[in-house]
Every structure is written in structure tokens, then in C-alpha cells.
């Protein structure tokens, strides 16, 4: 077992996000960014969890949620979990909760571009 650091950041969704900006405007440290016409949480270590970006959003397409993540422990709301990766034949675990697949399947493909926390929940 290891220990799996969470942070409670804005997820957003793509399909409801317009790019109106409310919530880059909203954001006091600047955390997101309009890229390609949708919110982004582009610098997800400078969050701080407050969620300033959740009430301006005319289409309700920002939830906030628990993601994995390293950064600065001082900086946001944080909470620590026991992560058991594998089990113990060394085969990946089988995910029972569908909303933390589609979180995890939604991170890596957002760090795979490096905007990192930019997923559809």
C-alpha cells in the first residue's frame, strides 16, 4: 500500500463549458485559462481550493472534486488516502466507482498534454 495525495480542485466540463471566462475572472491566484475555447485548470498547485470559479459559471460546468496530485501541502484543501494499486497477484486494481475511473481516465489524458486537471466528470 501507498499513500495517494488528493487535492480539491475545480474539474471542468467540457461538453457544458462555453469559454464565457467567468471563471478565470473569478479565480483570485489565475489558476485557469481559456485554451481551445474551454476552461482549464492550468496551474493546479497555485488552486487554493477556495472555489471562487464555481458560483459565475452561467452553465454549471465546474464541480469540484478530490484529484490526485504532488504540490505544496500548505497551498489548498488536502486529504490523504491508503492507495492500493495493484493487487496482490501485481494486476492493476478494478475500479468499482465509475466517477473516479472517469476522473483518473480524465487526468491522464490532460497530463499527457500537460495541462494536467482538465477532465470531464
Do not use: Y
Request: net charge neutral; proline share 5%.
Amino acid at each position: 500500500m501507498s499513500v495517494a495525495f488528493l487535492k480539491w480542485l475545480p474539474v471542468v466540463d467540457e461538453d457544458l463549458c462555453t469559454g464565457c471566462a467567468a471563471c478565470v475572472e473569478a479565480c483570485g491566484p489565475k489558476s485557469l485559462e481559456i485554451v481551445d475555447r474551454v476552461a482549464v485548470l492550468v496551474r493546479p498547485d497555485t488552486c487554493g481550493s477556495e472555489e471562487h470559479c464555481i458560483a459565475p459559471c452561467p452553465t454549471t460546468a465546474i464541480q469540484m472534486a478530490w484529484v490526485e496530485m504532488d504540490g505544496d501541502k500548505n497551498r489548498g484543501k488536502w486529504r490523504a488516502e491508503l492507495s492500493r494499486r495493484r493487487t496482490c497477484s501485481g494486476q492493476p486494481r478494478r475500479d468499482t466507482n465509475a466517477r473516479e475511473s472517469r476522473m483518473r481516465e480524465g487526468n491522464s489524458r490532460a497530463n499527457a498534454t500537460g495541462l494536467n486537471v482538465h477532465n470531464t466528470v
